[in-house]
C-alpha cells in the first residue's frame, strides 16, 4: 500500500482527505477521522479520532478509546454525586450513561473498522496496479 495509491482509492469513491508529508487524514461522517500514517515503510499505522461535535464527547477531540474511559469517569462520578441525593436516580444515570456510551463507541469503532477493512481489501486487490 502505497500513499498514492490510497489517494487514487479515496478520490475514487469520494472520500475527503488532507495530506500532510507521510500521513493522510480522512474526514467520515459522524464527526470522526481515520489518520493513515505512511511514514514506516514495513508498516502502515491506522489511527481514529474523533472531531468536534461528536456524540460521544461534545467538543472535545479524542481517540476512541480515550473517548469510551472519558466518558465512563463522567458518568460515574455524575452518578456517585447523584445516588447521595437519590439512588435510583443514581443508577438510572449510571445505566443510561453506560449504555450511550456502548452503543456510540461500538458504531464509531464499527465505522472505522469498517473503512479499515475496505482500505486493506481494495490494496490488497489492486497492489499490482500502477497509477
Known amino acids: ?32 477521522s481515520i489518520t493513515i500514517d505512511f511514514s514506516n515503510q514495513e508498516t502502515v499505522n491506522i489511527t481514529n479520532k474523533l472531531n468536534a461535535w461528536n456524540c460521544l464527547t461534545g467538543f472535545i477531540k479524542l481517540e476512541l478509546k480515550h473517548a469510551f474511559i472519558l466518558n465512563l469517569i463522567i458518568g460515574v462520578i455524575i452518578s456517585i454525586a447523584l445516588s447521595l441525593y437519590d439512588l435510583k436516580l443514581g443508577l438510572g444515570v449510571f445505566i443510561a450513561c453506560s449504555v450511550w456510551s456502548i452503543v456510540w463507541a461500538l458504531t464509531y469503532k464499527a465505522r472505522s473498522e469498517r473503512f479499515k477493512q475496505f482500505l486493506l481489501k481494495w490494496s490488497q486487490q489492486y497492489s499490482n496496479v500502477t497509477v
Open 1 to 32: 500500500m502505497t500513499i498514492e495509491n490510497t489517494e487514487t482509492f479515496l478520490k475514487k469513491f469520494g472520500y475527503t482527505f488532507t495530506r500532510n508529508t507521510n500521513e493522510l487524514t480522512v474526514t467520515i461522517p459522524l464527526s470522526q
